[in-house]
């Protein structure tokens, strides 16, 4: 059996390595290069790299690299890219820290070890103290991370994000509630499409749970200029129905969606986008109720959402003949199975009378 040799020391074309406690240094045209202790350094020609605990990063004409956990990095001229599972890494290398920080938050929430919200908070620790990450860096991420189908660190990251940045005034609460609320629905809706049980269990835990808090501390906020208040609520309603719906949950989803009704009827009396939220919000009760097979309910509220569009302004004419006509089709399909025509009745009667 051969066995294992240290390399020992070689000279080649004018290089000499010597290896001696572990170092090994060599020289050659200039280029100098030394490890001691699992660190690489080297020069030559104004470039510098470095490895440590099996992360390497290097400079040369501003461009640097860094990989870590497999992951590589790079920036140049103020350029991000990234070959590992995101396309998308801010500048700053000290950013490279919250790549770990999401992983831990993720394998928490993934396998349910008890360490979850301390793990969420370890990232919203790092993003408070790390300069480096503006808004629109942890929105890049947030939408790369979607995009790529990593939603466990997207929804990380955002709670981290709604915790960093409360709202800075009664109005912008709204705004905030919108946009937070929009981000979470994408990717709550993307984890309930994967259908698997866990990963619709975070769904509800991480996403639905966190829309319902930002709706309920909304409702406790005062000062709020009442359109904004209106419109801002009625997004977060919307949104919540339809993750619901497509969990299953069909009464959750029409009581939801009943919600939004009083809601246009008590802060948009009198305004042109009442009939316009009514038709909405009938049409989808009617689908929900044919969903189950409540053919009769399903035509009471296809009836009642035709009539809100008639009376609705005609400020978007083209939206709202696309929503008549669909109300429409499923009024005919409900009742071409209520009332079937009559030839097909006696069709079947006859067949009946001959067996």
């Given amino acids: 059996m051969a066995s294992q040799q240290e390399p020992g020391p070689s000279t ?8 001696k406690d572990g170092q090994v240094s060599s020289t050659k045209d200039g280029q100098v290069s030394t490890t001691k202790d699992g660190q690489v350094s080297s020069t030559k020609d104004g470039q510098v790299s470095s490895a440590k605990d099996d992360q390497v990063s290097s400079t040369n004409d501003d461009q640097s690299s860094s990989t870590t956990d497999g992951q590589s ?11 590992g599972d995101s396309k998308f890494v801010p500048k700053s290398f000290r950013c490279l820290l919250l790549y770990p920080a ?11 070890n008890g360490e979850e919200q301390k ?9 408070t103290t790390c300069r480096d990450l503006s808004r629109e860096d942890i929105s890049r991420l947030i939408a790369d991370f979607t995009k790529s189908k990593h939603l466990v660190r997207a929804l990380v990251l955002l709670h981290a994000e709604i915790a960093l940045r409360p709202p800075s005034s009664p109005d912008d609460t709204a ?32 996403g639905i749970k966190k829309i319902e808090d930002l709706l309920s501390d909304f409702r406790q906020t005062k000062g709020i200029i009442p359109c904004i208040r209106a419109n801002a609520e009625m997004t977060c309603l919307n949104d919540l129905a339809h993750l619901y719906q ?46 189950e097979g409540e053919l009769k309910n ?8 035709l009539d809100s569009y008639k009376h609705s302004s005609d400020s978007a004419a083209e939206t709202k003949q696309r929503w008549v006509e669909r109300c429409e ?3 005919k399909q409900v009742r071409d199975v209520l009332y079937p025509p009559k030839s097909s009745r006696s069709k079947g009667t006859t067949t009946k009378k001959k067996k």
Avoid at 73 to 83: E, M, P, V, Y
Avoid at 103 to 110: G, K, M, P, S
Avoid at 180 to 206: M, N, P
């Fill in 175 to 206: 705004i905030c509630l919108e946009e937070r609320t929009t981000k979470i629905f994408l990717v709550t809706r993307a984890l309930i499409d994967e259908k698997t049980q866990r990963k619709r269990d975070i769904a509800v835990e991480y």
């Fill in 246 to 291: 497509r969990l299953g949950e069909q009464k959750i989803t029409r009581r939801y969606w009943q919600e939004g009704l009083k809601l246009a009827d008590r802060k948009f009396k009198g305004s042109e986008l009442k009939n316009h939220f009514r038709g909405y919000l009938l049409h989808n009760i009617g689908a929900s109720f044919a969903t």
């Fill in 329 to 331: 089709v499923n009024l």
């Fill in 119 to 127: 793990s969420i908070r370890g990232v919203l620790q790092f993003l």
């Fill in 298 to 305: 399903a035509e009471s509220y296809f009836l009642r959402a």
């Fill in 102 to 112: 999401l992983l831990r938050a993720e394998l928490a929430i993934q396998t349910r």
């Fill in 73 to 83: 990095f790079s920036t140049k001229d103020g350029q991000r890219s990234t070959d």
């Fill in 12 to 19: 080649k074309d004018g290089q000499v390595s010597v290896t």
